[in-house]
Protein backbone atom coordinates (compact mmCIF):
# COMPACT_ATOMS: atom_id res chain seq x y z
CA UNK A 1 0.00 0.00 0.00
CA UNK A 2 1.35 3.71 -0.77
CA UNK A 3 1.97 5.62 1.98
CA UNK A 4 3.11 9.28 2.36
CA UNK A 5 3.65 10.84 5.60
CA UNK A 6 4.58 14.79 6.11
CA UNK A 7 6.34 16.34 8.97
CA UNK A 8 6.26 18.38 10.71
CA UNK A 9 2.42 18.51 10.96
CA UNK A 10 2.66 22.21 12.12
CA UNK A 11 5.57 24.88 11.58
CA UNK A 12 5.30 28.26 12.93
CA UNK A 13 7.81 30.95 11.20
CA UNK A 14 9.05 34.32 11.38
CA UNK A 15 8.61 36.52 8.63
CA UNK A 16 12.28 35.74 6.74
CA UNK A 17 13.13 32.68 8.32
CA UNK A 18 13.55 29.77 5.96
CA UNK A 19 12.88 26.43 6.40
CA UNK A 20 11.86 22.99 4.74
CA UNK A 21 9.09 20.75 4.31
CA UNK A 22 9.36 17.07 4.35
CA UNK A 23 7.14 14.63 2.43
CA UNK A 24 8.30 10.79 2.80
CA UNK A 25 6.99 8.46 0.72
CA UNK A 26 6.75 4.52 0.11
CA UNK A 27 5.33 3.59 -3.13
CA UNK A 28 5.89 0.62 -5.76
CA UNK A 29 7.26 2.27 -9.03
CA UNK A 30 7.02 6.21 -8.33
CA UNK A 31 5.43 8.07 -11.67
CA UNK A 32 4.82 11.39 -9.99
CA UNK A 33 5.27 13.32 -7.10
CA UNK A 34 3.04 16.27 -6.38
CA UNK A 35 2.79 19.47 -3.93
CA UNK A 36 -0.29 21.77 -3.19
CA UNK A 37 -0.93 24.75 -1.50
CA UNK A 38 -4.40 24.92 0.31
CA UNK A 39 -6.08 27.76 2.04
CA UNK A 40 -8.61 27.67 4.87
CA UNK A 41 -12.11 26.66 2.97
CA UNK A 42 -10.79 26.35 -0.35
CA UNK A 43 -9.68 23.54 -2.47
CA UNK A 44 -5.63 22.46 -3.01
CA UNK A 45 -3.82 24.57 -5.53
CA UNK A 46 -1.48 22.92 -7.65
CA UNK A 47 2.70 23.73 -7.09
CA UNK A 48 4.69 21.26 -8.39
CA UNK A 49 5.23 18.06 -10.28
CA UNK A 50 8.44 16.09 -9.75
CA UNK A 51 8.89 12.72 -11.86
CA UNK A 52 12.69 11.43 -10.69
CA UNK A 53 15.01 11.76 -8.24
CA UNK A 54 17.32 14.74 -8.74
CA UNK A 55 14.91 16.62 -10.34
CA UNK A 56 13.94 20.20 -8.81
CA UNK A 57 11.58 23.12 -9.68
CA UNK A 58 11.27 26.32 -8.27
CA UNK A 59 8.53 29.14 -8.21
CA UNK A 60 9.23 32.51 -6.34
CA UNK A 61 10.08 31.44 -2.97
CA UNK A 62 9.48 27.73 -2.95
CA UNK A 63 11.87 25.39 -4.27
CA UNK A 64 10.55 21.48 -4.40
CA UNK A 65 13.35 18.60 -4.43
CA UNK A 66 13.07 14.98 -4.68
CA UNK A 67 14.82 11.78 -3.81
CA UNK A 68 14.49 8.37 -4.19
CA UNK A 69 12.49 8.33 -0.73
CA UNK A 70 11.43 11.52 0.05
CA UNK A 71 10.77 15.08 -1.18
CA UNK A 72 11.06 18.75 0.22
CA UNK A 73 9.86 21.82 0.10
CA UNK A 74 11.60 24.76 1.04
CA UNK A 75 10.71 27.72 1.52
CA UNK A 76 13.36 31.22 1.39
CA UNK A 77 12.73 33.89 3.17
CA UNK A 78 8.73 33.13 3.87
CA UNK A 79 6.22 36.06 4.09
CA UNK A 80 2.50 35.87 5.86
CA UNK A 81 0.85 35.34 2.90
CA UNK A 82 2.48 32.36 2.57
CA UNK A 83 0.62 30.74 5.64
CA UNK A 84 -1.36 27.81 4.41
CA UNK A 85 -1.29 23.97 4.47
CA UNK A 86 0.89 22.31 2.22
CA UNK A 87 -0.20 18.72 0.87
CA UNK A 88 2.31 16.15 -1.21
CA UNK A 89 0.56 13.22 -3.17
CA UNK A 90 2.36 10.17 -4.99
CA UNK A 91 0.85 8.60 -8.05
CA UNK A 92 1.77 5.04 -9.69
CA UNK A 93 0.30 5.52 -12.89
CA UNK A 94 -1.28 7.67 -15.79
CA UNK A 95 -4.45 6.33 -15.04
CA UNK A 96 -3.52 5.94 -10.80
CA UNK A 97 -5.64 7.46 -8.07
CA UNK A 98 -2.96 10.07 -6.23
CA UNK A 99 -1.99 9.17 -2.36
CA UNK A 100 -2.15 11.95 -0.08
CA UNK A 101 -0.30 12.91 2.97
CA UNK A 102 -1.82 14.69 6.03
CA UNK A 103 -0.40 17.89 4.89
CA UNK A 104 2.02 20.47 6.92
CA UNK A 105 0.22 23.56 8.77
CA UNK A 106 2.67 26.64 7.86
CA UNK A 107 1.95 30.33 9.66
CA UNK A 108 4.54 32.76 9.33
CA UNK A 109 4.10 35.53 11.71
CA UNK A 110 4.92 39.12 10.77
CA UNK B 1 -7.53 27.43 -16.77
CA UNK B 2 -8.93 24.56 -15.89
CA UNK B 3 -11.82 25.32 -13.98
CA UNK B 4 -13.45 22.32 -11.67
CA UNK B 5 -17.18 24.11 -10.45
CA UNK B 6 -18.58 22.26 -7.82
CA UNK B 7 -22.68 23.08 -7.52
CA UNK B 8 -23.17 23.83 -3.50
CA UNK B 9 -20.29 25.42 -1.37
CA UNK B 10 -22.30 24.58 1.83
CA UNK B 11 -24.75 21.66 2.26
CA UNK B 12 -26.78 20.52 5.12
CA UNK B 13 -29.05 17.69 5.28
CA UNK B 14 -30.97 15.19 7.31
CA UNK B 15 -30.30 11.42 8.30
CA UNK B 16 -31.15 8.96 6.13
CA UNK B 17 -31.68 11.74 3.29
CA UNK B 18 -30.33 11.08 -0.60
CA UNK B 19 -27.66 13.43 -1.23
CA UNK B 20 -26.37 14.19 -4.62
CA UNK B 21 -23.35 16.66 -5.08
CA UNK B 22 -22.22 17.24 -8.38
CA UNK B 23 -19.13 18.40 -10.43
CA UNK B 24 -18.64 19.95 -13.66
CA UNK B 25 -15.10 20.22 -14.97
CA UNK B 26 -14.67 22.81 -18.51
CA UNK B 27 -11.26 20.97 -19.71
CA UNK B 28 -11.98 17.32 -21.32
CA UNK B 29 -10.59 15.65 -18.57
CA UNK B 30 -10.59 12.17 -18.84
CA UNK B 31 -10.08 11.70 -15.04
CA UNK B 32 -12.22 12.55 -12.34
CA UNK B 33 -11.71 12.19 -8.70
CA UNK B 34 -14.14 12.48 -5.25
CA UNK B 35 -12.54 13.22 -1.87
CA UNK B 36 -13.63 13.64 1.30
CA UNK B 37 -11.13 15.80 3.48
CA UNK B 38 -11.46 15.25 7.48
CA UNK B 39 -9.23 17.34 10.03
CA UNK B 40 -6.45 14.54 11.04
CA UNK B 41 -7.36 12.44 8.27
CA UNK B 42 -6.70 14.29 4.98
CA UNK B 43 -7.79 13.64 2.13
CA UNK B 44 -9.50 10.43 1.33
CA UNK B 45 -9.99 8.54 -1.85
CA UNK B 46 -13.90 7.97 -1.76
CA UNK B 47 -14.24 7.27 -5.77
CA UNK B 48 -12.77 8.05 -9.28
CA UNK B 49 -13.46 7.85 -12.81
CA UNK B 50 -10.97 7.12 -15.80
CA UNK B 51 -13.50 7.42 -18.90
CA UNK B 52 -17.19 7.97 -19.14
CA UNK B 53 -19.48 5.34 -17.51
CA UNK B 54 -16.85 4.10 -15.86
CA UNK B 55 -15.61 4.23 -12.04
CA UNK B 56 -12.96 2.20 -9.78
CA UNK B 57 -13.27 2.27 -5.71
CA UNK B 58 -10.82 4.19 -3.80
CA UNK B 59 -10.20 3.45 -0.18
CA UNK B 60 -13.78 4.85 1.25
CA UNK B 61 -16.44 3.57 -1.08
CA UNK B 62 -18.87 2.64 1.34
CA UNK B 63 -21.59 4.41 1.79
CA UNK B 64 -21.20 6.16 -1.80
CA UNK B 65 -21.97 5.70 -5.34
CA UNK B 66 -21.25 7.68 -8.42
CA UNK B 67 -22.01 8.45 -11.80
CA UNK B 68 -20.44 9.83 -14.86
CA UNK B 69 -22.85 9.79 -17.91
CA UNK B 70 -20.78 12.46 -19.85
CA UNK B 71 -17.34 13.56 -19.75
CA UNK B 72 -17.60 16.85 -17.66
CA UNK B 73 -19.49 15.36 -15.11
CA UNK B 74 -19.11 13.63 -11.76
CA UNK B 75 -21.52 12.88 -9.08
CA UNK B 76 -21.27 11.56 -5.84
CA UNK B 77 -24.38 10.14 -4.51
CA UNK B 78 -24.61 9.70 -0.51
CA UNK B 79 -28.11 6.86 -0.73
CA UNK B 80 -28.99 7.37 2.79
CA UNK B 81 -26.69 10.24 4.46
CA UNK B 82 -25.33 9.78 7.65
CA UNK B 83 -23.93 11.88 10.64
CA UNK B 84 -20.22 10.37 10.15
CA UNK B 85 -20.73 11.55 6.12
CA UNK B 86 -20.39 15.41 7.75
CA UNK B 87 -17.08 16.35 5.58
CA UNK B 88 -15.85 18.73 2.89
CA UNK B 89 -16.22 17.02 -0.49
CA UNK B 90 -13.46 18.06 -3.16
CA UNK B 91 -13.71 16.91 -6.64
CA UNK B 92 -10.44 16.96 -8.56
CA UNK B 93 -9.88 16.51 -12.76
CA UNK B 94 -6.63 15.43 -15.11
CA UNK B 95 -6.02 14.91 -18.50
CA UNK B 96 -4.81 11.36 -19.03
CA UNK B 97 -1.17 10.56 -20.43
CA UNK B 98 2.04 10.83 -18.32
CA UNK B 99 0.70 11.89 -14.35
CA UNK B 100 -0.58 15.62 -14.68
CA UNK B 101 -1.68 17.02 -11.93
CA UNK B 102 -4.84 17.24 -10.71
CA UNK B 103 -7.05 20.62 -10.55
CA UNK B 104 -9.41 20.60 -7.21
CA UNK B 105 -12.61 22.19 -6.91
CA UNK B 106 -13.75 24.54 -3.87
CA UNK B 107 -15.07 21.61 -2.08
CA UNK B 108 -18.56 21.22 -0.77
CA UNK B 109 -18.88 21.29 3.10
CA UNK B 110 -22.11 18.71 3.92
CA UNK B 111 -23.12 18.62 7.58
CA UNK B 112 -25.84 16.20 8.21
CA UNK B 113 -27.99 16.39 11.27
Known amino acids: EDQVTQSPEALRLQEGESSSLNCSYTVSGLRGLFWYRQDPGKGPEFLFTLYSAGEEKEKERLKATLTKKESFLHITAPKPEDSATYLCAVTTGANSKLTFGKGITLSVRP | DVKVTQSSRYLVKRTGEKVFLECVQDMDHENMFWYRQDPGLGLRLIYF???????EKGDIPEGYSVSREKKERFSLILESASTNQTSMYLC????????????FGNGTRLTVT
Open chain 2, 92 to 103: ASRSGGEPPPLH
Open chain 2, 49 to 55: SYDVKMK
